[in-house]
């Protein structure tokens, strides 16, 4: 029988004080993403949309934390921390594919 698996049973998620450092690079992400997409809109960006599509995105795993597995809690604090890295190929030391932004 399988076991079910909350964030709150993480070792590594289970005090307030790492959960609140943790949602806060979520937050962080979010943020970026809506302050890129509003400085491209001045540059003449195409469909930025689509990042305050994906910060809201971000806003709801935030928000629903406890209810998210851990696993999936590690991709996204993975993911956020990519959005997070100007240099994000030195996040993991792998190549990232290239991302054209419609001008």
């Known amino acids: ?19 609140r450092e943790l949602k806060d ?6 943020f970026g ?6 400085q491209g809109a001045y540059r003449g960006l195409q ?3 689509r990042a305050y599509a994906l910060a809201s995105v971000l806003d709801l ?3 629903r934390w406890a209810e998210q597995d851990p696993e999936v809690l590690d991709e996204l604090l993975r993911c956020c921390r990519v959005l997070l890295t100007p240099d994000a190929a030195a996040c993991d030391g792998g190549p990232l594919p290239a991302v054209e932004l419609e001008r």
């Open 1 to 19: 029988m399988a076991t079910d698996h909350h964030a709150a049973d993480s070792p590594a998620l289970s005090t307030p004080t790492s959960v």
């Open 33 to 38: 993403l809506r302050h890129a997409a509003t």
């Open 47 to 49: 469909r930025p949309e």
């Open 61 to 63: 795993f935030e928000i």
């Open 25 to 30: 690079v979520v937050r962080a992400a979010a």
